[in-house]
Nanobody, 117 residues
Framework: QYQLVESGGGLVQPGGSLRLSCAAS????????IGWFRQAPGKEREGVSC????????KYADSVKGRFTISRDNAKNTVYLQMNSLKPEDTAVYYC??????????WGQGTQVTVSS
């Protein structure tokens, strides 16, 4: 069974940092580009960042450029999102996914990030 499990969220003050992890099971991440997404209360899910299968191509939403860094460790079948200089508007549930699972309607449980003083 294919599964993606997000972790690492929490409550952090503005300006703080968090590192999210996305662990895949049931399949090997090596062959897939993967993205991080987020959904704030009352808003549509939006793309945050994505990374190609070999890590050679990376994209960020304008709202997180210069603050967030995506990376992957294929040996650990895991993708990370380092989030620095967090702002209250970064508060959301964060998800990771690959196109092949998103098309089927699969989304993990996500991890809650709350930025508040």
């Amino acid at each position: 069974q294919y599964q993606l499990v997000e972790s690492g969220g929490g409550l952090v003050q503005p300006g703080g940092s968090l590192r999210l992890s996305c662990a895949a099971s049931g399949f090997t991440l090596d062959y897939y580009a993967i993205g991080w997404f987020r959904q704030a209360p009352g808003k549509e899910r939006e793309g945050v960042s994505c990374i190609s299968s070999n890590g050679g191509s990376i994209k960020y939403a304008d709202s997180v450029k210069g603050r967030f860094t995506i990376s992957r460790d294929n040996a650990k079948n895991t993708v990370y999102l380092q989030m620095n200089s967090l702002k209250p508007e970064d508060t959301a549930v964060y998800y990771c996914n690959i196109d092949q699972l998103a098309i089927l309607g699969y989304w993990g449980q996500g991890t809650q990030v709350t930025v508040s003083s």
